[in-house]
């Protein structure tokens, strides 16, 4: 509904304008014309209350200015169509030169209700502008009124209209220039102005040289009229004086043109005056040229401010967006790729020169338990902490860099000696190593640093980052807190792992790699459920390598997903001939150990559907084994096993027991099954077999089935049944065997229990 209105009156007044000079001219038109204007007042005010605007002062004043107008037009048409006089000055002049200052104030309002800042650029565009068309007016309409023979009031009056144009039109101009919405009842309210001024403009001009006959020029008065009474009854009109979201408008062609024709109507007048041989007003058009070069000046002054401003913004931008490219926005620290190229720059100069310089590859020692146990905010304080740390404790011109999560590297260059590094690395752990206050508790970390020397600048950054990673890892597994220097025993350990990867490789072409199954057996039944695919390596010249030899090392690298594909093909297979061979086999099903880095992969859901589809094997068949650290590790998995268990594959927890998972979260876990670490069945502690049945009774509480491996005696499988635990494997059943010295599944019975 709020739509008809404005477009009512729109239809209304034009169809009025249509037939306006068909009415007989005298008191039937000022009628017609009073009607008009007084219903412009109308609609503002029924503007005002169907649509409350922000600023209503605004419109009540512009309501006010035509009522002045109105009645400015009734006392013109009584002197003129009732008592057939034309004074001048008259009361209507009071009228119609009171709402000048009035409108002006209204337009005033939403200037600066529109403007969020002083736009001084702007305002000297819009002085432009107003000067150049004002000299235009005053050269052709007030000029004349001045030099004239009329009384100085007469005068005083007739130059007052073109001033009060002068005065709407330097406010248009600024409102147009202000940024901000360009809504529908905008343009209508400045279309309505500019037709006023247009209109005042040819009356002002007409009636300096002839008789004035009310005609065509009325019209545009009352086009101002309805016009701006339908910007009142237009819903944005409710908005228009929300200040402008932006920055002040930028100088546009647009802008710069009209600008430049501003400038040239001083001139462009003056040689018209010269051309035609008219009589040359001077000082006017001076005094404009003296002011529109004034402001010229200033907007070049501002323009050139405005570059140099918008320059220094650029550089100081650029500056941030190389530091933020270069440093870790955590710490501060140079990131990853900033200290690769450090490292780089810095072995290129110890070729030139032959210096020795050091990395050391810090890994902090208990970060990931302060995660877990406080959260990632203190995590984050802790690593600010670290940093400001290790920064206290390097030399002056030493490199101190994050390369990812709480992994620091340092570049030491000059390197003095070993026994420098060392102490060096000594005073980082003894610094990082003090209680670090987080809130209002105290949180210890540690740190394992690996060293790599480098002679002479002859390898690269990232061997060099390997090598002191390398030893790092070498720190870890020697009791953590502690340094270790990359040595020429550690490079053999490195180039036999690079040899091991490269037979890993090549051995699953050539088909190297084998299975081995170990069954798991139903502890209430006797009977087989299913078997474990565990992975062995005929490497030649070696014989047959257990996993421990080479899983770790194939883990390091993408290299274990492709074992773990061929894992899945080659156990998937088996099982499928199994149960197209024999029919006892139909319920069997297969454990496949997933690693952590290949569940953590994109495609690893998509290797186990291509594996399911090519055997023929049901999802359900399947049971995908990750170990309890995977979970703690690598959270990112959980959408994984999600999937996976949506197609209908089990999941199962090995090694339970041996990582952080509490058992009030296996609630929280998407996995079916819980696989009880052999630890537990083998220690002599006096508490294990309480543990023991804590984690089978809380697993069957979160509805988990409970498989126990290790089983070596008959004792751990009179106690496991004790406790109800629903399976178990171990070497009291069967030790890993490859297919062909496998029972048959006719063959497996009950009486593969022990009595």
């Not at 502008?129 to 030099?147: D, R």
């Not at 000046?297 to 490219?325: D, F, P, S």
């Not at 590297?409 to 987080?438: C, D, F, K, N």
């Not at 150990?593 to 055997?615: K, M, Y």
Request: hydrophobic share 50%; net charge negative; with cysteine.
């Amino acid at each position: 509904m709020t739509n008809r209105p404005w477009r009512v009156q729109a239809s209304v007044g034009a169809a009025v304008l249509a037939v306006y000079l068909l009415f007989p001219a005298g008191i039937p038109r000022d009628v017609v014309y009073a009607l008009v204007g007084l219903s412009s007042v109308a609609t503002i005010l029924v503007g005002i209350r169907l649509h409350r605007p922000d600023r209503p002062a605004a419109w009540y004043l512009m309501a006010l200015g035509q009522l002045s107008w109105v009645t400015g037009d009734l006392l013109f048409g009584w002197y003129a169509d009732v008592l057939h006089v034309s004074p001048f000055p008259s009361p209507a002049d009071a009228c119609y030169l009171a709402a000048y200052p009035v409108i002006g104030g209204a337009v005033l309002v939403l200037i600066r209700s529109r403007q969020r800042q002083l736009d001084l650029p702007g305002l000297i565009d819009s002085a432009i502008v107003t000067i150049g068309l004002g000299l235009l007016s005053w050269l052709v309409i007030a000029g004349p009124i001045v030099q004239s023979a009329d009384p100085a009031f007469t005068r005083l009056v007739g130059v007052a209209y073109p001033v009060g144009d002068i005065l709407l039109l330097a406010l248009l101009v600024r409102l147009v220039t202000v940024p901000g919405a360009r809504s529908a009842s905008f343009r209508l309210l400045g279309s309505a102005v500019a037709m006023l001024m247009l209109a005042d403009v040819a009356y002002a001009a007409i009636s300096a040289y002839a008789d004035y006959d009310s005609g065509v020029f009325d019209l545009l008065w009352l086009a101002s009229y309805v016009l701006w009474g339908t910007a009142a009854l237009h819903p944005s009109m409710r908005s228009l004086s929300a200040p402008a979201a932006g920055e002040p408008a930028p100088f546009t062609r647009r802008r710069l043109a009209a600008l430049g024709l501003a400038v040239l109507i001083a001139p462009g007048a003056l040689a018209v005056q010269l051309a035609f041989s008219l009589s040359v007003q001077g000082w006017p058009v001076v005094v404009a040229s003296v002011a529109l070069f004034s402001l010229v000046v200033a907007r070049m002054h501002l323009a050139i401010r405005e570059v140099v401003t918008a320059g220094r913004k650029r550089n100081q931008l650029q500056q941030e967006l190389a530091h933020q490219a270069a440093y870790d926005s955590l710490t501060g620290l140079a990131n990853r790729a900033h200290v690769l190229g450090l490292i780089e720059a810095a072995l290129h100069r110890a070729q030139r020169s032959g210096s020795e310089l050091a990395l050391l590859a810090l890994d902090l020692d208990g970060f990931k338990m302060v995660n877990d146990t406080f959260g990632h905010q203190a995590g984050d304080e802790v690593l600010r902490a670290v940093a400001g740390r290790m920064r206290s404790v390097v030399r002056v011109g030493d490199t101190v860099g994050r390369l990812a999560g709480d992994e620091f590297v340092i570049l030491v260059e000059p390197l003095e000696g070993t026994s420098q590094l060392l102490e060096l690395a000594e005073r980082l752990i003894t610094a990082v190593s003090t209680p670090i206050r987080v809130g209002d508790r105290d949180v210890t970390v540690g740190v394992s640093i690996g060293a790599a020397i480098s002679s002479d600048g002859s390898t690269d950054a990232d061997a060099l980052l390997h090598h002191a990673d390398a030893a790092t890892y070498r720190a870890k597994a020697a009791g953590r807190g502690r340094v270790e220097l990359f040595d020429e025993s550690l490079r053999r350990q490195l180039d036999e792992q690079a040899d091991t990867e490269n037979a890993i490789r090549a051995g699953l072409t050539a088909g190297e790699f084998v299975l081995h199954y170990q069954p798991v057996i139903s502890l209430s039944t006797g009977r087989v459920q299913g078997y474990e695919a565990l992975v062995r390596w005929h490497r030649p010249g070696h014989g047959l390598v257990p996993p421990d030899d080479f899983i770790p090392i194939a883990e390091q690298s993408t290299l274990i997903c492709d074992l773990d594909r061929w894992v899945l093909d080659e156990a998937t297979g088996q099982l499928a001939r199994w149960r197209r061979e024999d029919p006892e086999a139909g319920e069997l099903t297969v454990a496949v150990n997933i690693s952590g880095r290949h569940l953590a992969s994109p495609g690893v859901v998509d290797d186990v559907v291509s594996a399911l589809t090519r055997s023929g094997l049901p999802a359900s068949a399947l049971v995908v084994e990750i170990t309890e650290t995977v979970l703690v590790d690598r959270l990112s998995i959980a959408d994984r096993l999600v999937e996976l268990r949506r197609l209908g594959v089990e999941i199962s927890i090995d090694d339970f027991g041996t990582g952080y998972t509490s058992i009030g979260q296996l609630q929280h876990l998407s996995v079916d099954t819980l696989k009880i670490d052999k630890s537990f069945l083998n220690s002599s502690d006096g508490g294990s077999s309480e543990l023991v049945r804590l984690m089978i009774n809380a697993a069957h509480a979160f509805g988990l089935k409970v498989v126990a491996e290790g089983i070596e005696d008959a004792g751990q499988l009179e106690q496991l049944r004790t406790l109800d635990c629903d399976s178990g494997q171990g070497y009291l059943f069967a030790r890993p065997r490859p297919v062909a010295d496998l029972p048959s599944a006719a063959e497996l019975s009950p009486d593969v229990l022990p009595a």
